[in-house]
């Protein structure tokens, strides 16, 4: 990662003195920013007796700084298809490499055919002048054989498996309802394939608090699992809270990680409801509370190697979002860089930040790490409210508010 700070006429004391006394700021980007800012010659604004610079007001100072990172990867990301697909896929596009595609279309994707053709369509839906890879998913059912499961891996174009609990999320009546029964037999012959299961982590059962729905699923189903196999990668999909960090952090490194979207990383579950109900916030899993939020922000700007970006960007079209009974999924894909700065940045660790967006997640997944670069220059910028289509708009997340980060094409 390179971190540009611009200085000279353009000094801003204040942010200066700030990175000098900030003992959480990373001592070699501090270092760095030192060699930057400080002047070749004593200067009247820098007191080397304090270590510091002198608090200066006036006109015309201010601190341009950009961060230079190889590109991003998506690991979690929802493109639907048709007209949706055509108005969302060059957001991703613009920004990341490569995206781990979620199969819960209608129907969904559960056939290696079927994965092949809507990779075609990804494909024929980009922007020109684009790099952006489509790794594809199956969604697995009671139902798929493990010939299936060859038959993805000999395609060159599925990279995963995905299990949704039958019900737990948007399209996913299809899913699985006897996981140890009817898909263990395709669960080893992942392991032979070494091909990983990305899990949406929540049990369906009514009687269980939403809230604890995470936490049960990892007692009932991925313990249990990650025993009877371990060997099998496991993925756990957007996480939420404190214990699903926590069993990710005690499982081995190389077999078990996690993605962590925009919103819970941001958002805690007020967000649900401060200033009326707020549809566009509304997710599964659905945003918890503040001291699972700080669990998550700590472990993903820790730098450990188990968690990496996943968006989780799920658009529906804004009538579908504001009615009575509305779908479930943030459109962060226009956002999600910024967003993830920002939480970095207040957290002190922007140094880790190229680790958690772009290496972790290709390390994980055995696939090289992209060679083309990204910046974010720190500007501040305006969400739009909306994204027009064809047949209606869809709701960004952050929509209308004021960002400071913002990302620039690769090259």
């Known amino acids: 990662m390179r971190l540009i700070i611009f200085v000279g006429v353009l000094l801003n004391v204040e942010v200066l003195n700030l990175i000098h006394s900030n003992e959480r700021f990373d001592p070699a980007i501090a270092q760095m920013i030192k060699e930057f800012a400080l002047p070749s010659r004593p200067s009247r604004l820098y007191n080397p007796k304090f270590g510091g610079f002198k608090r200066f007001k006036g006109y015309g100072y201010g601190v341009r700084m950009e961060l230079s990172i190889a590109q991003p990867d998506d690991w979690h990301l929802h493109l639907r298809d048709g007209e949706l697909l055509e108005a969302v896929v060059s957001h ?14 209608r129907p969904p ?30 969604y697995l059912t009671d139902k798929t054989s493990p010939h299936e499961i060859k038959l993805a891996r000999e395609s060159g174009v599925v990279y995963g498996v995905k299990l949704y609990p039958a019900g737990a999320t948007t399209n996913s009546q299809d899913g699985v309802t006897d996981l140890f029964g009817k898909c263990l037999p395709v669960l080893e012959e992942m392991v032979n394939q070494d091909m990983p299961l990305l899990v949406h982590g929540e049990v369906t ?34 996480v939420t809270t404190m214990d699903a960090v926590k069993f990710v952090e005690s499982c081995e490194e190389g077999c078990v990680a996690a993605t962590v979207t925009p919103q819970h990383l941001l958002l805690n579950r007020n967000s649900l409801f401060q200033g009326g109900l707020q549809p566009h916030n509304y997710c599964l899993p659905v945003l918890k509370r503040e001291t699972h939020r700080q669990a ?10 188990r968690f990496f ?44 930040l190229e680790a958690f967006t772009s290496l972790n997640g290709p390390d994980f997944y055995g696939l090289p790490r992209n060679t083309r ?22 709701v960004p997340m952050s929509a209308g508010e004021s960002l400071e980060w913002l990302p620039y094409s690769p090259s």
């Not at 608090?209 to 060997?231: A, N, S, W």
């Not at 970006?309 to 956002?335: I, M, W, Y």
């Not at 305006?382 to 994204?387: A, F, L």
């Open 109 to 138: 994707v559960t056939t290696t055919s079927a994965a092949v053709a809507y990779h075609d369509s990804i494909l024929n839906a980009l922007p020109d002048n684009t790099n952006f890879t489509p790794l594809m998913t199956l």
């Open 296 to 305: 998550i922000v700590a472990a993903v700007t820790s730098g450990n190697r």
């Open 92 to 105: 991703s596009a613009k920004q990341f490499g490569r995206a781990i595609i979620m199969p819960n279309l």
């Open 205 to 238: 059962d009514p009687e269980i608090d939403i809230f604890d729905r995470e936490k049960v699923f990892i007692d009932r189903i991925l313990k249990p699992l990650i025993q009877k196999l371990p060997k099998l990668k496991v993925v756990m999909e957007h």
């Open 309 to 352: 970006l996943g968006t989780d960007s799920a658009p529906h079209d804004r009538q579908q979002k504001e009615c009575a009974c509305g779908c479930a999924g943030v459109f962060n894909s226009p956002v999600a860089l910024s967003i993830y700065a920002k939480v970095f940045e207040e957290a002190g660790a922007l140094d880790k």
């Open 373 to 394: 670069k990204i910046t974010l220059k720190k500007t501040t910028w305006k969400v739009p409210e909306s994204y027009s289509y064809a047949s209606g708009s869809i």
